[in-house]
């Protein structure tokens, strides 16, 4: 009976002393094998799983010799091949675009008229000169598609007289992506249509695979807005074709360059 109290402090003691090894073995642990990134990287997985992803910019499918011309239904092929060419036509104002040389776009008028309608711009560069401009549209059903943006300083302000091509000689997949992404974009299209934007100021242009995103300030009658306008390549080897895809609003202010 009188040994029963010795055991039962020595096992005590000999857990005190298990669990100060165990904290100590996992103190090094956390130390050698930076135990603090990997509780990090943990919570920023958790945070990551919770937090919605912004869409993805639209990337220029590999062109086909199989590919199909995919159209919105009921929208004619000849519709679809005008808008090609009028971008096509439209190539020296979207470089600037797509590079960055352009510092806003002043809206002074809308006009529609039939199935067209235009947005009368003034277009002001980076270097600080300016010139009119048109940003053209064309209507299909109760949808308006871009289908050309020039300026007189280009040497051409309406839209495009030249031949329209036939299928085989373009890349109907990527007609067809553009033809999807600016169905999405008739939100926006819309405000510009109904004369709600007054002026657009380009905040940034960030480069993607086969992509460029125009990052956008609109000054709106309504609110203030931000957009993307994302621009796509061709992916014809022996010519290099940008078009305007998708325009469409955001939740944020963009990081000016």
Do not use: C
Not at 59 to 88: H, I
Not at 117 to 122: E, F, P
Not at 195 to 221: L, R, S
């Amino acid at each position: 009976m009188n040994q029963q109290p010795s055991t039962s402090r020595t096992s005590v003691a000999l857990a005190g002393v298990f669990v100060i090894l165990a904290l100590a073995a996992f103190g090094a642990a956390f130390y050698l094998f930076d135990g603090a990134g990997i509780v990090l990287d943990a919570y920023d997985m958790a945070v990551a799983a919770i937090t919605p992803a912004p869409e993805p910019a639209p990337q220029a499918p590999p062109k086909s010799q199989e590919a199909t011309l995919v159209l919105p239904a009921g929208m004619p092929t000849e519709f679809a091949l005008r808008l090609w060419q009028e971008q096509v036509d439209s190539q020296e104002m979207i470089a600037k675009l797509r590079d960055g040389d352009v510092a806003s776009l002043k809206v002074t008028g809308v006009e529609k008229s039939g199935d067209e309608a235009k947005l009368n711009v003034v277009v002001t560069l980076k270097d600080g000169s300016s010139a009119p401009g048109v940003i053209g549209f064309r209507r299909f059903g109760d949808q308006y598609f871009v289908a050309y943006a020039t300026s007189e300083r280009g040497g051409l302000a309406g839209a495009s007289t030249s031949d329209l091509p036939v299928v085989e000689e373009i890349d109907p997949q990527l007609l067809s992506t553009i033809l999807a992404e600016q169905v999405k974009s008739q939100a926006i299209i819309a405000e510009y249509l109904g004369g709600h934007v007054k002026q657009v100021n380009v905040e940034a242009v960030k480069p993607g695979p086969n992509t460029a995103t125009v990052e956008v300030a609109m000054d709106e009658d309504h609110e203030e807005g931000y957009a993307d306008l994302v621009l796509i390549k061709s992916g014809e080897a022996n010519e290099e074709l940008w078009f305007l895809a998708r325009f469409l609003k955001t939740g944020s202010e963009p990081l000016k360059q």
